[in-house]
């Protein structure tokens, strides 16, 4: 089965998950894409194939390398789940076939179009055919891109056993767009040695370095009384909610910064005079000063309770994950040949940091080394996004290349 036919296959089953929830995974529709994943590995031979009590479906494609021949067990690994912001149900994919390079009218009933203008990442794809939504729903590509590329290469390397190969292990995971994707992720059971996830953006992106993350609850507890009679009596917490954002750094959010530099994203503000709740997350590739901002946020609080009263604005922070860098230099041949899949392919690498983090950086901290491929997914979280079929073709033979230079290189 070509991969553009997986893909659309695995994008008709909705796999949403949904934050602030402790059950993994989150969403019980999950488990329709994990029984549908462990049936075709095992109908592609992967005996091993299952899907465990918490919805992470594994399976093993043993070394085929001749006596006296050993190589690292390698994992790659994708996550089913897709975004929360845009609704994943009922997605109803469109290919554009060899692209013109023109305006895409995703809904013309909704008015819903993607230009070039304003989605310059279309101009690369001039002649290509491009997989989109009608506009109403995110399309999956992030990860069923990474999922179908993944299983397409199983395939490729079930019916070519002359292509050696050490062992490979192969790993989807749910609720990794809420944070939890690696929460319960068995390593030993696993089997691998190193691995990755393939679960990037552009074609050729590598990476292995990630934001350190965490999320910050402020919670304000105001004081209601009558406001004719309220002078030096009331405490308004949607007023001293709105002074606190207006404390942080100005040009440190999502929108003004780039490449390296970290932020403060409020996703949530509510509340009323008696009470207000904002919901950060902080994001910075650096973990002195990812210590920073969270220290700030402390101080904030401090100094708005010196004003307002002692227990008048509280906060919590968790870390959510570190950046995998660290432990990734010390197997840098990650890094080394997936470079030299790449360009065997005619793919340029593009060593970038994550703006976000994956699956892989938790996994680097439980003991599994594992940076980030592409996939091809790109405008992913709303409804416009879309992937090149071509892009995904060249994955799966990039990641043919992988599979076939791990298996040359001697443990």
């Known amino acids: 089965m070509r991969v553009e036919e997986r893909f659309l296959k695995y994008v008709a089953v909705n796999t949403q998950s949904c934050a602030g929830l ?11 894409l994990a ?50 912001e845009t609704s994943g149900a009922h997605v109803k994919p469109r290919i554009v076939r060899s692209y013109d390079g023109g305006t895409i009218v995703l809904n013309s009933e909704q008015g819903v179009v993607m230009a070039p203008e304003v989605y310059d ?47 490979l292990c192969i790993g989807f995971t749910p609720d990794e767009e809420v944070g939890h994707g690696a929460d319960a992720f068995d390593v030993a059971a696993f089997g691998a040695e190193l691995a990755y996830t393939v679960d990037g953006g ?50 440190e959010t999502p929108a003004c910064t780039e490449g390296y530099e970290g932020f403060f994203h409020l996703q949530e503000m509510k509340g009323d005079i008696a009470r207000a709740t904002l919901r950060y997350i902080i994001r910075d590739h650096d973990r002195a000063r990812f210590e920073e901002r969270k220290t700030l946020l402390h101080d904030l609080c401090e100094r708005l309770n010196d004003i307002y009263g002692e227990g008048t604005v509280r906060l919590s922070v968790q870390d959510a994950y570190y950046n995998m860098k660290e432990r990734i230099l010390p197997h840098m041949e990650l890094i080394e040949v997936a470079r030299a899949a790449m360009e065997e392919e005619g793919i340029t690498p593009l060593i970038v940091p994550v703006r976000g983090g994956t699956d ?6 439980k003991g599994l080394p594992c940076p980030n491929l592409c996939c091809g997914a790109l405008n992913t979280h709303g409804p416009y996004e879309y992937c090149s079929i071509q892009d995904m073709q060249k994955i799966v033979a990039m990641l043919i290349q992988l599979v076939r230079k791990f298996g040359e290189r001697q443990k």
């Open 202 to 251: 552009e074609l050729g992106e590598l990476e292995y370095e990630n934001f350190n993350a965490a999320a910050a609850v402020v919670e304000v507890t105001g004081h209601v009384i009558h406001p004719g009679y309220a002078k030096n009596k009331m405490k308004n917490a949607a007023l001293i909610a709105s002074r606190f954002q207006a404390m942080l750094p100005e040009w």
């Open 22 to 32: 402790e059950e993994i995974p989150s969403t019980a529709c999950q488990w329709d």
């Open 121 to 167: 990442s279309l101009r690369k794809h001039v002649g290509e055919d491009l997989i989109v939504t009608d506009g109403t729903t995110l399309l999956g590509a992030d990860n069923k891109a990474g999922v179908a590329e993944i299983m397409t290469l199983a395939e490729y390397l079930q019916s070519h056993p002359e292509l050696p190969h050490g062992k």
């Open 35 to 84: 029984r549908l994943l462990v049936q075709e590995l095992k109908e592609l031979g992967v005996e091993d194939a299952r899907v465990d009590g918490h919805c992470y479906v594994m399976g093993t494609l043993p070394s085929n390398l001749p006596e006296g021949r050993t190589a690292a067990a390698l994992g790659l690994i994708a996550h089913m789940d897709t975004a929360t």
């Open 360 to 365: 892989g950086a938790r996994l680097s901290f």
